[in-house]
């Protein structure tokens, strides 16, 4: 039986109360009735109260874990408690969606910010739509799915800008400029060792921007991918403000959930091995 399960039957609210009501009772109520007062005289002599008071005690706690008992065995309070549990972890999702979007929205252009906050926005609505709302089970697992995507998307779009900064047009330019230099020194250099040099200089800056070219085609399928998810975060939001959800559209979504996960790990695989290789070659 799960810790959380017992801890809510404990504190719930109907259980604490017969707990406090018992407690009156014996305390409050009791204590004036003809039966407490023969009860606690014989012959004119005050007996010790020390076994009502334990009686006491332990007659509330009796009634309370009778109480608690019972709501663990409840059928309801298990499906209640099962719903505030699925409530919280749809909150908890979110909060930490919001978090990694703070984290990364301040090391973005301007542009790549209008985009993420966009996303980040659509996905809000779906949560708020879906606590303010019916709660059936598509709608539970279409909410979920958004809130996984939004996370894939934040990931995707800072691999985006790391690799976007290292493989800049400005980087592609100045090496450029640095192989022509060499080039126009290599025709007036006589010395053949440094000539040699040259050509190693040179040859390792076209194998850069050659390198450095794929990658910017890397992005643009990146790019690609991350206007999908915008798309997709959209057509969903549309679709659960308007009741239109179903399983069809679910698959499709946890689909491209798994796509994108899959992306993000093939994406950070490769960027590692880059680096490491660019170390090698330092």
Same mark, same amino acid.
């Given at each position: 039986?799960?810790?959380?399960?017992?801890?809510?039957?404990?504190?719930?609210?109907?259980?604490?109360?017969?707990? +406090?009501?018992?407690?009156?009772?014996?305390?409050?109520?009791?204590?004036?009735?003809?039966?407490?007062?023969?009860?606690?005289?014989?012959?004119?002599?005050?007996?010790?109260?020390?076994?009502?008071?334990?009686?006491?005690?332990?007659?509330?706690?009796?009634?309370?874990?009778?109480?608690?008992?019972?709501?663990?065995?409840?059928?309801?309070?298990?499906?209640?408690?099962?719903?505030?549990?699925?409530?919280?972890?749809?909150?908890?999702?979110?909060?930490?969606?919001?978090?990694?979007? &703070?984290?990364?929205?301040?090391?973005?252009?301007?542009?790549?910010?209008? &985009?993420?906050?966009?996303?980040?926005?659509?996905?809000?609505?779906?949560?708020?739509?879906?606590?303010?709302?019916?709660?059936?089970? +598509?709608?539970?697992?279409?909410?979920?799915?958004?809130?996984?995507?939004?996370?894939?998307?934040?990931?995707?779009?800072?691999?985006?800008?790391?690799?976007?900064?290292?493989?800049?047009?400005?980087?592609?330019?100045?090496?450029?400029?640095?192989?022509?230099?060499?080039?126009?020194? +290599?025709?007036?250099?006589?010395?053949?060792?440094?000539?040699?040099?040259?050509? &190693?200089?040179?040859?390792?800056?076209?194998?850069?921007?050659?390198?450095?070219?794929?990658?910017?085609?890397?992005?643009?399928?990146?790019?690609? &991918?991350?206007?999908?998810?915008?798309?997709?975060?959209?057509?969903?939001?549309?679709?659960?403000?308007?009741?239109?959800?179903?399983?069809?559209?679910?698959?499709? +979504?946890?689909?491209?959930?798994?796509?994108?996960?899959?992306?993000?790990?093939?994406?950070?695989?490769?960027?590692?091995?880059?680096?490491?290789?660019?170390?090698?070659?330092?």
């Amino acid at each position: 039986m799960k810790p959380g399960l017992i801890k809510g039957a404990l504190l719930l609210r109907r259980n604490l109360i017969a707990l +406090l009501a018992t407690l009156a009772i014996f305390l409050v109520v009791f204590p004036r009735t003809p039966i407490y007062e023969m009860l606690m005289t014989v012959e004119g002599g005050l007996v010790d109260t020390s076994a009502y008071s334990y009686a006491m005690y332990g007659g509330s706690l009796a009634v309370y874990a009778a109480f608690v008992l019972q709501s663990l065995f409840s059928r309801d309070f298990r499906k209640d408690f099962e719903h505030k549990e699925m409530i919280n972890e749809i909150r908890k999702s979110s909060e930490e969606c919001h978090q990694a979007f &703070r984290n990364l929205k301040r090391k973005l252009e301007p542009s790549a910010q209008m &985009r993420l906050s966009g996303m980040v926005k659509e996905s809000d609505e779906i949560v708020q739509s879906f606590l303010n709302g019916d709660k059936n089970v +598509l709608k539970v697992r279409a909410v979920q799915q958004s809130i996984k995507l939004t996370s894939a998307y934040i990931k995707l779009a800072d691999m985006f800008r790391v690799r976007a900064t290292a493989s800049s047009g400005e980087r592609i330019s100045q090496l450029a400029k640095r192989i022509n230099a060499n080039i126009a020194n +290599l025709n007036s250099v006589r010395d053949p060792g440094i000539a040699n040099e040259l050509k &190693r200089v040179i040859a390792a800056d076209e194998r850069m921007i050659e390198s450095l070219k794929n990658e910017r085609l890397e992005l643009e399928k990146i790019d690609a &991918r991350l206007q999908y998810m915008e798309s997709t975060i959209g057509m969903l939001k549309y679709n659960i403000i308007a009741n239109l959800e179903s399983e069809d559209i679910l698959r499709n +979504l946890e689909s491209d959930v798994h796509e994108a996960d899959a992306l993000n790990t093939v994406l950070y695989e490769r960027y590692d091995e880059r680096r490491e290789e660019m170390r090698m070659r330092l």
